[in-house]
Nanobody, 126 residues
Framework: VQLQASGGGLVQAGGSLRLSCAASGRTFSNYHMGWFRQAPGTEREFVVAISRSGGGTKYADSVKGRFTISRDNTKNTVDLQMNSLKPDDTAIYYC????????????????????WGQGTQVTVSS
């Protein structure tokens, strides 16, 4: 699966951004999808994941109520709507895919994902 993330940018605290990840190369609906982020000097951090059907989601506590993930299996895309952004949300955001043929649980662990996009920078100014 090839993943291409887009939509990052510079926004003031309290603002919103919408990230999008376009997938190609394999059957998109066979994959759980996740968003992770990494700030300078830190490890890659789980943000949110969505099941292959879109019926299940898991959010990091730090983004619950502010971020919303969605996917469109007809367009092979997964989006992340980010509202009420804070300076602590500043990071490079990566989308990732995990083959889900025998997997039900949504993983928060980066190494359990099979494919990664190139990342998109999100900067939130105070």
């Amino acid at each position: 699966v090839q993943l291409q993330a887009s939509g990052g940018g510079l926004v003031q605290a309290g603002g919103s951004l919408r990230l999008s990840c376009a997938a190609s190369g394999r059957t998109f609906s066979n994959y759980h999808m996740g968003w992770f982020r990494q700030a300078p000097g830190t490890e890659r951090e789980f943000v949110v994941a969505i099941s292959r059907s879109g019926g299940g989601t898991k959010y990091a506590d730090s983004v619950k109520g502010r971020f919303t993930i969605s996917r469109d299996n007809t367009k092979n895309t997964v989006d992340l709507q980010m509202n009420s952004l804070k300076p602590d949300d500043t990071a490079i955001y990566y989308c990732a895919a995990r083959f889900a043929a025998r997997v039900v649980v949504l993983s928060t662990i980066p190494k359990e994902y099979d494919y990664w996009g190139q990342g998109t920078q999100v900067t939130v100014s105070s």
